[in-house]
């Protein structure tokens, strides 16, 4: 395959209730993979300890992300878990720029939201190994009190329903598997025929080609 018939790059959106492991799965890939770029997206959320601004997310108070809607530079919002999360469009832009993949680590509802506005975009859903695998992570992560642990939880039960409504669902039980099923789907989306603009082209001259030795092997 020559490097003409090179596939647009696309944005990747990674969904899964909180705790299942999305975080986790998509540092892995990017280790693997320095083609796949995180999008930073704002949130009202107080950073946890160690979050830096800017790197884990853009931290700005109601105001501000009001601002951001109001200005039209979020391409997908939403409330989670009594949060405001969005996505600022100027990541899909610099993304396509760089022929990179962008890893959207959003909600189910943001997801919909991408579905609608960006249609080349892929939607993988990480499934936790069972519902209490998901609340043993979440209380093993230790970021959260109980009551916004308890939250989430319960929030979680509604977006798995979701899942059925995505493109690829993965099962995080083994992380190294999980990040090896998520990689394989964007090797697979990358040789999609829609995405290589150049194949009508490089079929046209392959035809060409077989032609021309036809014609001189018929002498
Ligand atoms: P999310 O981003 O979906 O909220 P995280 O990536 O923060 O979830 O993972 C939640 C917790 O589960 C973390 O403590 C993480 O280390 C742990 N975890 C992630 N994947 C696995 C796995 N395959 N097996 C066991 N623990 C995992
Ligand atoms: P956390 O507070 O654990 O970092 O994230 C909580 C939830 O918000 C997760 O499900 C995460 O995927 C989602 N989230 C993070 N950023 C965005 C975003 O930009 N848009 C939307 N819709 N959800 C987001």
């Known amino acids: 395959m020559t490097e003409g018939l090179a596939g647009r790059t696309f944005p990747l959106v990674l969904a899964a209730p909180s705790g299942a492991g999305k975080t986790t799965i998509a540092r892995a890939l990017r280790e693997r993979r320095k083609d796949v770029v995180f999008s930073v997206s704002a949130t009202t959320r107080p ?17 501000e992300f009001r601002g951001m809607i109001d200005a039209g530079e979020l391409i997908e919002w939403a409330e989670v878990h009594g949060n405001l999360y969005g996505t600022p469009s100027r990541n899909v832009a610099d993304a396509v720029a760089r022929h990179e993949y962008l890893l959207l680590d959003i909600d189910v509802q943001g997801a ?91 079929i046209g001259r392959m035809c060409g080609d077989i032609e021309g030795y036809l014609g001189s092997a018929r002498g």
């Open 112 to 202: 919909r939201q991408i579905r609608r506005k960006l249609p080349e975009a892929v939607f993988v859903f990480v499934l936790p190994p069972s519902g209490q695998a998901l609340a043993e992570r979440l209380a093993g992560r230790g970021s959260e009190d109980v009551e916004v642990r308890l939250r989430r939880l319960a929030n979680a039960r509604d977006e798995i329903r979701e899942a059925a409504h995505f493109d690829f669902a993965v099962v995080n039980d083994d992380l190294g598997r999980a990040v090896d099923e998520v990689e394989r789907i964007l090797l697979a989306e990358t040789r999609r025929v829609s995405r290589i603009p150049a194949l009508q082209a490089e």
């Open 47 to 63: 950073p946890r300890p160690g979050e830096r601004d800017g790197v884990d997310y853009h931290f700005v108070d109601h105001a």
